[in-house]
Structure formats: C-alpha cells, structure tokens
C-alpha cells in the first residue's frame, strides 16, 4: 500500500507518474534528470509504483558488459471505467481503459415515447454488460454517465432529454448503483469542452463558448479556469430559449415557441425530408452529407440559421467569449459556417475589442469521453497514492 502521509511524497509520487505516462521518461535516470531527486528517492518512488501496478517494469538485455536497462512504462489498464453517452437516438455504453481506449461497445435505441422505468432497464442492462467486457485485472473504478438536456449532477438525476421528453428525473445513481461501482453524472457538452481544452497552454488565459447545433442545441462555457457550472450539470440550454413569435409550436421540453422548434434537427427533419426524401435524420450520418448540401436554400435552414446566428452574437454580447467552437451537423456546411463568422465579425458592440476567434469543431466523441473519464481517473490514481486517502482526490475531481 501507498503510504499518504507525506503531501510532499504524495507529489513527488504523482510528478514520477505523470512523468512516465506522458513518454518524458521510460527510465530512472531520465527521472532524476526531470525532477532533480537523489537516485534513492526516485528509486523507492517508483518501486511503489510498480508495487501498486500502476508502473510496470522490464529488464532490457544489452550488449556487452554493464548492467541491463530496466524501462518504465505506464499500465493503462490499471484501472477502467464504464463510459456511458447519447448519440443520436441510441444510449452507447463503452469499456474504457485509462489510455482511452474503448475495449468493447454496446449500443441501444430506445423509443421515443420510452419512460423511467424502460429507460432504467436499457441502462442497466448496457452497463451491465459493458462491465462484464473488461479484460482480467482491469479494475473498473466507475460508471460514467455524460448526458443530454437537464441535469441534477449533484443528486445523479437525469432530469430532461428531448430525445426522451417522457424520461424525467430519473435517479441514475440508483438506476446503476446495483453494480457496486461509483456513479458519475456529467452534462455532455460540458465534458466535450473539457476534452477539446485538455492540454491547450491558453487553457487558462482565455474563455470559450461551446456552442452545438444538431438534434437539439446547446452550449457550454470556459472562463477563469472553470466550466460554468459544470457541477450541478445545467447551463445555458438555449435550445428552450423563447423565441417570442407567437406561433405555438410545442417544444419537446413541454413549453412553446422555443429556438428547438424552428432550429433543431427533431423539429427540421420533416421540411429537409420534404426536398430531400432520403437524407438520415441522425446528426452523425446528416453531418456529412450537410457539408455538400445547399442548405441554405432551404427556406426553413435558412430561417433556422438566421435565429441560431442571433442568438450567437447575443451570447457573444453576453458572455464576451475570446472563443467560439461550433460544432454539430449544421456548422459543417460552408455555407452556414460562414454566416456565423461574417455576424460575429459585424457585431457593433465587439469591434473596440479583441476579435473573437470562430472555429468549426472537429467531429467525433473522443473529446467527450476524455473530458468525462480523465478526471475519473486522476482521481482513482491519486486515492491509490494517498493509500486509499480520498478525500483531496474527490476534491481535485469536482474542481475540474
């Protein structure tokens, strides 16, 4: 067992560990040279390691005389995590080791209509057995859930998805605490930023506003080194922002009018059928094809890019963002990407200051599985080097 009674020890021990898992140094040598400790110390440092099987160790046989080198590596399947998210209208659940790699995957589409109760099963049944696909020895330490819509974090209570307007507050900690593992509850546009600024060196310097456009829309927000509330799992959903116009449509968050019914993919997936009958509905096969379509000559993308596009200078001018990430399958198209840069660049009220910088986020979840899981994993490894001490672990955890 670690010993955690020392915090400068607790330091050094976390510097060997990083040290290695980034590739900076495979050997003991290369250790002393990076933190400037006495062989001894580095010495007993990282046999505590590999004790923990946190570091493993190989003998290299060499040429000649002399002793052989022993190298350093780090044993990303120490610990694993169950990682559960939304993709379009599926619930994927995946085995993940700490390199992030997904070592099996299972995948369901519950209906539209489904409730607690099914919703409850289906996660149930795809943690379950995500669970059982984790080779020998990998000690899963989670399940991580990173979720659409409404959350209560703190209480693990899905509260909203309008995937599934008739799932509401569903306690996943109970849903999944059968498994005897910790449960996890993250917003996912929140863990997708943490992803896409993990290992940024402006990081901390500047502010950023993630902003997605797909099946329903939403956003998350950076700022003097924290994600805007990204512990009680709820901010800016602008989706069910009102939009005022009178018209009456009923939104899928139970109120009318909202950006969602003239601007998400649930809502415009019927006009966009209407010119082209074949197109996928689901944001990760429409994305592709968006970026070769003139959407904008489809009179309701047009009208849905123009209410998205105003709604991003108002958050602009609220929020003064030295970023913008868009992301999602209606960014992809040039054409609409560029919309967005020309109102942003034209807005009166930003011109006196610093240009806020537009991208176009590239696609994929692999931010959002890093940004939900590395923390998770920080968090077991620091408990392991404060010999089961958790406390300043958890704390590291919800400072993120």
Sequence with gaps: MLSGSETQRTRDLRAVLELVRTGKATTRGEIIEHLNLRSTTVSELVGEMVEADLLRESIVKQRGRGRPAAFLTYNTQRFGVVFMQVASRSIVAKSVDMAGRVVAEVQAAPPAETGNEEMAAALRRLAAEALGRF???????????????????????????????NVSNLDVGEV?????KDVVLVRNLDAELAGRLANTEKRREESVLLLHWG????AAYYTEGAIVNRLRGRFCEIGHWSLGNMRGAKCTCGNTDCLETVAALWSLGPKIRS???DIPLDEDAFGPMAERMKLVDVPS???????VVRLTGNLSRLLFPDRIILTGPFVRNPDIFHRFVVALEAAPVLRGLDRTIV??????????????????????CDKLLRGGDESEAVLRLDAR
């Design 135 to 165: 080779p020998a020895g990998v000690e899963v330490v989670a399940v991580v859930c990173s979720f659409s819509g409404l959350l209560d974090a703190p209480r693990k209570l899905w509260c909203f998805s309008s995937r599934w307007p």
């Design 176 to 180: 999944l605490g059968s498994l005897g």
């Design 215 to 218: 099946y329903g829309i939403g």
């Design 275 to 277: 010119v082209y009958p």
């Design 301 to 307: 993308i047009a009208e849905a890019t123009r209410e």
């Design 359 to 380: 991208t176009s986020g590239e696609q994929g979840s692999g931010h959002e599985l890093s940004g939900a899981v590395e923390p998770v994993f920080e968090a077991a």
